[in-house]
Nanobody, 121 residues
Framework: QVQLVESGGGLVQPGGSLRLSCAAS????????MAWFRQAPGKQRELVAT???????SYKDSVKGRFTISRDNAKNTVYLQMNSLKPDDTALYYC???????????????WGQGTQVTVSS
């Protein structure tokens, strides 16, 4: 079994910073892309940032220049550094990993349980 466990969410004032972490564990052979999504109340889940095994990144336009995604392949962990946070960033943030289970010939997608980020004064 594979698990993704997020941490680092919380309540922060506008303009503040948070760093989210997501650690993948279990019967993992290799991890391809990792990503962060978010879902605000009453809205659809949206892609925030992605990072490939080689470190190539992409971002949702509204977070460019404020958020930075990174990963530690040795630890099977992905991070999201969020700076200059705005109330519109308030959401449940989910980690996603596209990976090969041990013994599997095809990749599978896994999700974490989510961590709440609230930006409010």
């Amino acid at each position: 079994q594979v698990q993704l466990v997020e941490s680092g969410g919380g309540l922060v004032q506008p303009g503040g910073s948070l760093r989210l972490s997501c650690a993948a564990s279990g019967s993992i052979s290799s991890i391809k892309a990792m990503a962060w999504f978010r879902q605000a109340p009453g809205k659809q889940r949206e892609l925030v940032a992605t990072i490939t095994t080689g470190g190539s990144t992409s971002y949702k336009d509204s977070v460019k220049g404020r958020f930075t995604i990174s990963r530690d392949n040795a630890k099977n962990t992905v991070y999201l550094q969020m700076n200059s946070l705005k109330p519109d960033d308030t959401a449940l943030y989910y980690c996603n990993a596209d990976l090969f289970d041990v013994g599997s010939r095809w990749p599978s997608g896994y999700w974490g349980q989510g961590t709440q980020v609230t930006v409010s004064s």
